[in-house]
């Protein structure tokens, strides 16, 4: 089956330092990827929408010069968070669609990164 | 109005009952509708999709969808506390393979 592989799963730094996290499909080609965010007890927040080779797009409120997404190839997502703040702290999950048969409904989610800005 | 509305709970049946899960969405044009469940601190798991009018099923779970009414919703038989997650349901943001944009989940509780 589809697998997006998701890292780091937990990542703890420091106000003012940027964190890169990585979302690769292992088996398909995601010739898309949806990065959402979710504060505790709340919903899946998406954030944007990035075609491979093509600059994101971003949902209203979401600072694109914050949170710095790379799609560059059709097995690798990053998501930045530049100069990161407490705020930040989060839940950031990556979804992947592709041209893949064998998925069921072409939504493949990573396992989450669990973002702490001390 | 909200695009995607859930009750969000918590909703509390016993084992062996029937859970009803309920959703509605604002957007006419949306095509594809789903159910993850979600445990805390995971990432949500696919349950079902549907995208035709009526009722479908796999195994205890039932999803219906009336897109005249814009109404959603999950049924899961014989509930076991390993059921007990939040449950999201999430909607095309339009056509087919947009993004899919998420209700806030109901809380479900299955008591043994």
């Known amino acids: 089956g589809a697998v997006v592989s998701q890292h780091p799963s937990w990542v703890i730094c420091k106000s003012g330092t940027s964190v890169k996290i990585e979302c690769r499909s292992l088996d398909f080609q995601a010739t898309t990827m949806f990065w959402y965010r979710q504060f505790p007890k709340k919903s899946l927040m998406l954030m944007a929408t990035?075609?491979?080779?093509?600059?994101?797009?971003?949902e209203q409120g979401v600072e694109k010069d914050k949170f710095l997404i790379n799609h560059a190839s059709l097995t690798l997502s990053t998501l930045t968070v530049t100069s990161a703040h407490p705020e930040d702290s989060s839940f950031y999950i990556c979804s992947a669609r592709g041209l893949l048969r064998a998925t069921l409904n072409g939504y493949t989610f990573g396992s989450g990164t669990r973002l702490t800005v001390v | 109005q909200k695009e995607v509305e859930q009750n969000s709970g918590p909703l509390s049946v016993p084992e062996g009952a029937i859970a009803s899960l309920n959703c509605t969405y604002s957007d006419r044009g949306s095509q594809s509708f789903f159910w993850y469940r979600q445990y805390s601190g995971k990432s949500p798991e696919l349950i079902m999709f549907i995208y035709s009018n009526g009722d479908k099923e796999d195994g205890r779970f039932t999803a219906q969808l009336n897109k005249a009414s814009q109404y959603v919703s999950l049924l899961i038989r014989d509930s076991q506390p390993s059921d007990s997650a939040t449950y999201l349901c999430?909607?095309?943001?339009?056509?087919?393979?947009?993004?899919?944009?998420f209700g806030k989940g109901t809380t479900l509780s299955v008591s043994s």
């Open positions: 990035s075609n491979e080779g093509s600059k994101a797009t971003y």
């Open positions: 999430a909607v095309n943001k339009g056509q087919a393979g947009t993004a899919l944009i």
